[in-house]
């Protein structure tokens, strides 16, 4: 009987290793699941007061610098959104935007996206980006402009695939086709409170910028970053 007993104890046993064994063998198996990420089109932020975000499409470019010793003339702190072959091209640029305490985004690598790319084509150019920014920058962006702000089911869902939310604007600048003129005025009857304001590193930008910024400082706004903005 006593053997009888030791002998259903230890089959008992085995079973209860096999059991365990086959857990563990499912655990490791599991495949990962990617589900969208926080993935929202935002463009400003309803919950602040005379707050304004300022944001600068396809840098580094030639005209960087220039946007970056106004806003170092006017205190002011802002967002780049960063192209990957651009940073791979002039990195030590990439690095002064960071140096001067402005906030990063990411930009795709190619800038040039069609509707027709497949999730793992977007996905590939998005981390592609992210790899050469983090090679110039030593920093990781945390958020995410698609080129020509296209947003489709499979933008979010390469965006969700590699953690990015979606950050576009309320008022467009539309500085690469405006007068000086008109941009002004655009901005001026588009701001609001929280607005995220979308320009681009360019020639006419450059002029018009110290205007922007003191008419909207005339009206009480504060520029903050991305970050800072969303911070609620």
């Excluded at 946007?67 to 192209?83: C, M, P, R």
């Excluded at 309320?170 to 995220?196: F, H, N, P, R």
Aim: proline share 3%.
């Amino acid at each position: 009987m006593r053997k009888l007993k030791i002998l259903v104890w230890i089959s008992c046993l085995i079973l209860l290793i096999l059991f365990l064994q086959e857990e563990v063998i499912s655990i490791e198996t599991e495949e990962d699941i990617f589900g969208l990420n926080l993935v929202r089109s935002l463009g400003g932020n309803s919950q602040v007061r005379k707050e304004v975000a300022l944001t600068f499409d396809d840098a580094p470019s030639p005209f960087t610098k220039e946007v970056l010793k106004i806003l170092d003339n006017y205190g002011v702190s802002a967002t780049f959104f960063l192209v990957g072959s651009q940073v791979e091209k002039s990195p030590e640029v990439a690095r002064q935007i960071v140096a001067a305490g402005h906030e990063i985004g990411n930009h795709s690598f190619s800038h040039c996206w069609s509707s027709d790319d497949s999730v793992e084509t977007l996905v590939e150019d998005i981390k592609r980006a992210e790899e050469a920014i983090y090679r110039a920058t030593g920093q990781v962006p945390l958020y995410f402009r698609p080129p020509g702000g296209m947003v489709n089911d499979k933008v979010k869902e390469a965006c969700g695939q590699t953690g990015y939310s979606i950050l576009l604007w309320w008022v467009d600048s539309q500085d690469w086709l405006l007068t000086e003129e008109e941009i002004l005025e655009k901005v001026k009857k588009e701001v609001k409170d929280g607005a995220i304001i979308l320009f681009h590193n360019l020639a006419t930008t450059v002029e018009v910028l110290p205007q922007v910024i003191e008419d909207l400082r005339r009206e009480g706004y504060k520029f903050v970053t991305i970050s800072q903005l969303l911070r609620y």
